[in-house]
């Protein structure tokens, strides 16, 4: 058992296998999957592996990295017993919702399990990725898991009472919503499709990369930006009159609903 291997073939394990192979890592990576045209391209794009079937995929894992559905995991996991197969002892959940006291004990006590919640945006290097160890995981699994995923980006430790939140919370698809919904009320104010998007697109990654670069208070940024008697202060205080933060935590409390939701099938 000398692989990492990957159950399911799909966006995230793509992105992850991306991310790794521009990063320069060359170990052997297996992936299995019941569509065919998944892995083959995964094969063809980032050099995995295919397994004939799930049996060889798990006698082949030395971290096994569970990337299905929520809805799907109990099933795969029952397939994992009943075929047989012994399963490895490091195994990784990416399952939005689904609690460790869910996965413990699935493949036998041997097993030790940890939650990993990777961004999309691994796959060029830049990903966030939240860990969450279970209680039997010894130092040296702690360290390899975090090694793993600190080449696709940067990796913090939290409590598993607040994954949900932070599934919730870290999502770059953040970011995309609020740059279409920033260009269309561009487009609507009179500029042009491409002008509203540039313009977006800079009031956001660069706004937050300059944050990042200078080591300034968020609210000194803020304070900076918004001149009394200025465009961007009455810009704000007409978002925030609106209930922009009261819509984002709405957003925020549905997306945590969800993960029970998960937690539950």
Same mark, same amino acid.
């Given at each position: ?15 992850? @296998?991306?991310?790794?192979?521009? &990063? !320069?890592?060359?170990? +052997? =990576? $297996?992936?299995?999957?019941?569509? *065919?045209? %998944? ?28 990337? @299905?559905?929520?809805?799907?995991? &109990? !099933?795969?996991?029952? +397939? =994992? $017993?009943?075929?047989?197969?012994? *399963?490895? %002892? ?176």
């Amino acid at each position: 058992m000398t692989s990492v291997v990957f159950l399911g073939g799909g966006r995230i394990t793509g992105a992850l @296998v991306a991310g790794l192979r521009l &990063a !320069g890592y060359e170990r +052997e =990576i $297996v992936v299995y999957d019941r569509n *065919a045209e %998944k892995v083959r391209a995964l094969r063809r794009d980032a050099r995995v592996l295919i397994a004939r079937d799930l049996k060889s995929a798990v006698l082949r894992a030395e971290m096994l990295i569970v990337a @299905v559905r929520p809805a799907s995991i &109990a !099933g795969i996991l029952e +397939e =994992i $017993v009943a075929g047989g197969g012994r *399963a490895p %002892k490091l195994c990784v959940s990416l399952a939005a919702g689904v609690p460790l006291q869910k996965l413990r004990g699935r493949l036998g006590s041997a097993a030790r399990w940890v939650r990993a919640m990777p961004s999309p945006v691994c796959r060029v290097g830049r990903g966030l990725t939240a860990l969450s160890f279970g209680r039997s995981v010894t130092k040296t699994e702690r360290r390899r898991v975090r090694e793993f995923f600190e080449r696709v980006g940067t990796v913090l430790e939290i409590p598993e009472g607040q994954f949900d939140a932070f599934t919730a919370a870290y999502s770059c698809s953040h970011g995309y919503h609020a740059l279409a919904t920033l260009a269309k009320a561009g487009q609507r104010a009179g500029l042009g499709r491409a002008t509203a998007l540039t313009a977006a697109a800079h009031a956001l990654s660069d706004g937050i990369g300059y944050w990042r670069e200078s080591g300034k208070a968020l609210s000194e940024l803020l304070h900076e930006a918004a001149t009394p008697g200025g465009i961007a202060a009455a810009t704000m205080s007409a978002m925030d009159e609106s209930g922009y933060a009261r819509v984002v935590e709405k957003g925020i409390r549905a997306g945590i609903k969800q993960a029970w939701v998960n937690a539950k099938r």
